[in-house]
């Protein structure tokens, strides 16, 4: 891995249905710090895709009355059709079912089975075909007759077959040692902790093949086998590189990840299974994995049965792809789960977007327009208000590249849209438009300052709301490919000469 490269994965999704929000929810995460490293200068790589192999999905396609593999390139296309709607801005969408996946699979399987890690015996169990996961008795109940898990809720059911097994049980010691070692491999914290305590609790080895179905990739030499499905999918970030071709660009650029986003519900595959194979083939583990909350409608976590669940992609074609993406960024708080709701939505678009950032732009660009031939020269001369605003704005500004370099992005985005509400208190006060008779060099300084203000807030939202701010970016005549985030340090975007373009309402209202 290269020093200023970035290589960033969202979960492969499951395309045993429709994409929900908690799919979109952790694709535009991953996205927002894609964007953002890119405009820090970082060469970046951003995956996603679609997880295909398994009992689940061959159940899915069962369902369907298709093969397994036509009902996948049915359903990856819903999920590649989703990354556009969001404005994804992947590098590559990966499926499961590519060739150059599953030679990535195999080769890290004989590698494990080379290093003295895997041996065959019998798996006797639940499992849960909705999470593809073992449970052990202790995290099962019984409800309504039916035995489910704690964990997730899912319905679990008993398996005993022959099975290859996985030598968890002797990375426990190793894997404290990395948790330690790596302090930041897990965020947030309280994950952290919780991977920990469970790895102290005791690792059990794990089942990591299966005979009773055929939808997978099989096991060289044994064909009764096909691989378990979490060891196929976690290779999917080595297989987007072309490992095993180690001496590959994108391997040697990229490898290891610097950031896995997902869920929470499937971090114990992420942050100790993962590592835990990755050590025993003997390569280098992931930087970093940040688990997101889930997503709640009212207080219950999104569910089909529950019929509370909000189509990203009706979302998107009702209230624009930069409505939804600030949404979720901004009240879903990152870490925790976090409620969502049409009303929540539509009161987020009118006072952040529409009355706050959408106005500041609005007036500022509309004012220039009609009062200056959208034509500003500013003087050397700040007034106190000036002074202020500069001040108060690089004080926001000043701890923004680690906020998101830490996974906060609710400070980051309160920081900025507060830049955007004291500039808008600042026009209030200063009232250029009292000001054109009495003294034009004050006025067009309030107006350079109010542009320079939302170029900085337009540049610092873009990783978020794209779309919106390449407009403004455009009528400011800046080029996002040519600009970094060194103003970030307090400096100055625009020069002291300004010609702006006209700019149309960038948010509608919502009554
Ligand atoms: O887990 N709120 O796929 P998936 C927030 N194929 N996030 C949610 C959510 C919710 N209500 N529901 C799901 C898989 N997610 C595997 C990943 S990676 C090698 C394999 C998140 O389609 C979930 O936490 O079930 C995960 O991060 C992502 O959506 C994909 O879930």
């Given at each position: ?98 060739k150059r996946h599953n030679k990535s699979v195999i080769d890290l399987w004989n590698r494990l089975i080379k290093s003295g890690d895997i041996y065959l015996s019998k798996y006797k169990g639940w499992y849960s075909v909705s999470d593809e996961a073992y449970y052990n008795e202790d995290e099962i109940i019984e409800k309504d007759g039916k035995k489910i898990s704690t964990f997730s809720g899912s319905t679990v059911e008993w398996v005993e077959e022959e099975s290859f097994f996985f030598k968890l049980s002797a990375w426990q010691n190793k894997l404290l040692e990395f948790y330690k070692k790596n302090e930041k491999f897990i965020v947030p914290y309280s994950k952290r ?319």
């Open positions: 891995m290269k020093q200023d490269n970035f290589y960033i994965t969202t979960p492969i999704y499951y395309p045993s249905g429709q994409p929900h929000m908690g799919h979109a929810y952790s694709s535009i995460i991953a996205d927002v710090f894609a964007r953002f490293k890119r405009q820090d200068n970082y060469k970046v790589f951003f995956l996603t895709g679609t997880d295909e192999h398994g009992l689940k999905i061959q159940k899915s396609a069962e369902k369907a009355k298709l093969n397994p593999i036509d009902y996948c390139d049915q359903i990856s296309k819903v999920f590649i059709n989703l990354t556009k709607k969001l404005n994804l801005s992947n590098d590559d969408f990966i499926r499961t079912t590519e902790n919780e991977v920990i305590n469970f790895v102290k609790g005791g690792l059990k080895d794990l089942s990591v093949s299966r005979t009773s179905f055929s939808w997978g990739i099989r096991v060289p030499d044994n064909n009764k086998h096909v691989i378990y499905v979490w060891l196929d999918a976690l290779t999917n970030y080595l297989s987007a590189l072309n490992f095993p071709n180690i001496k590959d660009k994108l391997y040697e650029n990229f490898w290891p990840a610097s950031l896995h986003v997902i869920g929470k519900d499937i971090l114990r595959f992420h942050a100790i299974y993962w590592p835990a194979f990755l050590l025993a083939a003997k390569i280098e583990p992931p930087q970093r994995i940040f688990s997101h909350g889930w997503i709640l409608s009212g207080d219950e976590k999104m569910s089909k049965s529950k019929g509370n669940i909000l189509n990203p992609i009706e979302i998107v074609d009702t209230y624009g792809a930069d409505q939804l993406r600030y949404y979720l960024m901004k009240e879903v708080s990152h870490g925790s789960d976090g409620s969502i709701s049409l009303k929540n939505l539509e009161n987020c678009i009118n006072s952040d977007l529409a009355n706050n950032y959408g106005n500041l732009c609005q007036r500022v660009f509309s004012f220039i327009k009609n009062n200056c031939n959208n034509k500003i020269v500013k003087t050397e001369e700040t007034s106190n208000a000036d002074k202020k605003l500069i001040d108060e704005s690089n004080l926001l500004m000043k701890n923004l590249r680690n906020e998101m370099n830490n996974q906060n992005l609710n400070n980051y985005i309160k920081s900025i849209i507060n830049i955007s509400f004291l500039t808008n208190k600042y026009i209030n006060d200063e009232e250029p438009w009292k000001l054109k008779k009495i003294n034009i060099n004050k006025m067009n300084n309030i107006l350079h300052l109010s542009l320079e203000q939302i170029a900085r807030i337009s540049l610092l939202l873009n990783p978020i709301i794209p779309e919106t701010s390449n407009k403004v970016l455009l009528a400011l005549n800046i080029k996002l490919s040519q600009t970094n985030l060194s103003f970030l340090d307090g400096s100055e975007i625009l020069g002291k000469k300004v010609e702006i373009k006209n700019l149309d309402i960038l948010f509608k209202k919502i009554n």
